[in-house]
């Protein structure tokens, strides 16, 4: 694990600790103080984190979890890239101004699949420039006990302010690098097969969006997808293709495959993602488009992105 030096904390109106604990003990000793805090101030205050650690923060405030929001983050958060604008975002923006937000968020947990844990580090990091100049505090829990020390160490580079387990005490991280978690994060994804019964693989431009949009949702339901999760997977690929006949030269590649459980859909263009909270932000209520790779990030169970020089590959999971 990265060392910390003791230190005041930064200026600046967000704040992000990452919370180390290493029992349930330590995890209640430092949740519950946060949450009581911001009730004794009046201020608004949510809590997203696995059901598990839901129930030890419930338990312990009792009558006074009235006041609170509380989402299970094994559901609200299974996909990272929903939980800025589906979470986060929705809480915050939802509160009237000129009082302080307070959110204990627990988006990496054991168990996150391989798949999943590189864009949960991309997701910590990138919280720091959602919220920049905002008046919230998002307190991000660690479970030093069962994580791996890649988990813990990323933890210091995506937070300027960490919580070392049993301390209570607040130090500066001499880590933090949050674009260089984004940067290295943004890693080639697996090949998808290369041949196979269930593999559907199209080349698409302006005047195909439509047929392939029926075929990849007629592929989906042979793979055994059915109701809301096969109407996603039509608004998926509509999405998907429409940005990169629009945005990624006019042509792409989409591939639909089965996969340990879910459907993948797969769309490769010669584009270049350039904005790395791309479908992470809310979408203004009077804003025309640019909400393809949002919605993408909300009906999806997992989304992975790679962009570089030679073009982009966003991959979207869906639960069978």
Known sequence: MTATSESVRAPGPFVHPALFYADAREYV???VPFVRAALTAGEPVAVAVPGENLRLIQDELGADGAAVRFLDMREAGRNPGRIIPGVLRAFADAQPPGR???IIGEPVW??????EYPACAQHEALI???FQGREVTILCPYDTARLDERALADAYATHPVVI??????ERTSAAYDPDGVVSRYNEPLPPAPGAGPGLLRLSFDEDSLSA???????????????GLALENLALITAELT???????????ALTVWPEDGYVLCEVRDK????????????AARDQRGGRGLLLVNLVSDLVRTHTGPEGTTIRSYLRR
């Open 29 to 31: 000793a430092g949740t």
């Open 100 to 102: 302080r937000v307070h």
């Open 110 to 115: 054991a168990g996150r699949s391989p798949a």
């Open 128 to 130: 720091n420039a959602a």
């Open 164 to 169: 070392p387990a049993g301390s209570g005490a």
């Open 212 to 226: 392939v949009r029926h075929q990849a949702t007629d592929h989906g339901a042979r793979l055994g997808l059915t």
């Open 242 to 252: 429409t940005n990169s006949v629009v945005h990624g030269g006019g042509t792409g």
């Open 271 to 282: 584009g270049r993602l350039a904005d790395p909270l791309a479908g992470r932000r809310p």
